[in-house]
């Protein structure tokens, strides 16, 4: 049985990073007119509250998107200073609260599934996959009363089983979010796998991978295994990482996580460009010591 429950970690760093990413990802998607189909993995509880016990036993949130909120004005525009991708992340937040029920102040945080849910159009198909009984029992909830022009689908089948079949979609435009809790070893194994049969089945689909960085040797492999595949297939990439601390990474001292990294296949070509814009200022909104660091490596053909 698993034990990961994402609510105790929603809104902290790594989930910025991922969900601005994402959010970057999916607008660049919508401006094209084809239809879009979305196959998240791992897709958790899809929402959360800011103001809950779960969320705030370990303060992560307070860490990560808190940190980030007295940006966004009341009539929830966001401060001109910031950088696009930033802006277009919290105006996204904000869009949602209003449209879903959270009103004016920011209090609930969507996962994964529900920010493809808010920003898909209604040709757009989201399909989401969740194991764990409970968040799977929240994720359908969440989905059924979502506020969505989408086809939101779910299953309870493991992600990396379930996602192979649905490729290519007949959209043949399509992004894949593999967002593991790596509780078991294999997950990193799996998302590689995972990344080689969407090469093989829908070449030019785009694939976003979150990992942690953390102090074992399949985390410290994983990055350069998905460049080796992406290079071999020809296929462009991005790679960013942002680390808020010192922590299990091999870089400084402490433990928790510190840093992790989103591995971006087929990006759109505006994410480079806002990547090194907004990441050297996550770094300074949210790093806690000086080994608050980012980096961004990409192979565009
Ligand atoms: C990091 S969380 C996902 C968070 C979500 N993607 C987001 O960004 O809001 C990982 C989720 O994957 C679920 N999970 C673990 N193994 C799975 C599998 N093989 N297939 C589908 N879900 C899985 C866990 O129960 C957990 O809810």
Do not use: C
């Given at each position: 049985m698993f034990s990961y429950r994402h609510a105790f970690h929603a809104g902290n760093h790594a989930d910025v990073l991922k969900h601005a990413t994402l959010v970057a990802v999916?607008?660049?998607?919508?401006?094209?007119e084809g239809a879009?189909?979305?196959?998240?993995?791992?897709?958790?509880?899809?929402?959360y509250r800011l103001d809950t016990s779960e969320a705030s036993t370990s303060g992560e949130a307070l860490e990560g998107i808190h940190k980030l909120l007295d940006q966004v004005n009341s009539n929830g525009t966001v401060n001109a200073s910031m950088p696009p991708l930033l802006q277009n992340y919290l105006q996204m937040l904000a869009a949602f609260n209003t449209r879903n029920g959270g009103g004016k102040t920011i209090k609930l945080y969507p996962g994964s599934p529900m920010i493809a849910a808010h920003l898909?159009?209604?040709?757009?198909?989201?399909?989401?996959?969740?194991?764990?009984?409970?968040d799977h029992r929240v994720l359908r909830g969440t989905l059924e009363q979502a506020q969505s022009d989408a086809n939101l689908q779910m299953d309870r089948r493991n992600g990396f089983e379930g996602v192979t079949p649905l490729l290519p979609p007949v959209s043949r435009r399509g992004l894949v979010i593999c967002d593991p809790s790596y509780e078991?070893?294999?997950?990193?194994?799996?998302?590689?796998?995972?990344?080689?049969?969407?090469?093989?089945?829908?070449?030019?689909?785009?694939?976003?991978?979150?990992?942690?960085?953390?102090?074992?040797?399949?985390a410290h492999d994983l990055p350069r295994k998905l460049k080796n595949a992406a290079d071999k297939a020809g296929k462009d990439w991005?790679?960013?990482?942002?680390?808020?601390?010192?922590?299990?990474?091999?870089?400084?001292?402490?433990?928790?996580?510190?840093?992790?990294?989103?591995?971006?296949?087929?990006?759109?070509?505006?994410?480079?460009?806002?990547?090194?814009?907004?990441?050297?200022?996550?770094?300074?909104?949210?790093?806690?010591?000086?080994?608050?660091?980012?980096?961004?490596?990409?192979?565009i053909r």
């Open positions: 999916l607008q660049h998607l919508t401006q094209k879009l189909s979305v196959v998240d993995t791992h897709a958790g509880a899809g929402m898909l159009r209604k040709k757009d198909r989201v399909m989401a996959f969740e194991v764990h009984p409970t078991l070893k294999t997950d990193y194994a799996d998302v590689v796998v995972m990344l080689n049969e969407s090469l093989k089945r829908f070449a030019t689909g785009s694939v976003l991978i979150w990992y942690p960085i953390v102090g074992r040797s399949e991005i790679h960013a990482t942002l680390q808020v601390r010192a922590g299990s990474s091999g870089q400084g001292p402490g433990g928790g996580l510190g840093a992790s990294g989103v591995f971006v296949l087929n990006p759109p070509y505006t994410l480079k460009p806002q990547l090194e814009e907004a990441l050297p200022v996550l770094v300074k909104m949210l790093g806690q010591d000086k080994y608050a660091a980012q980096k961004l490596e990409a192979k």
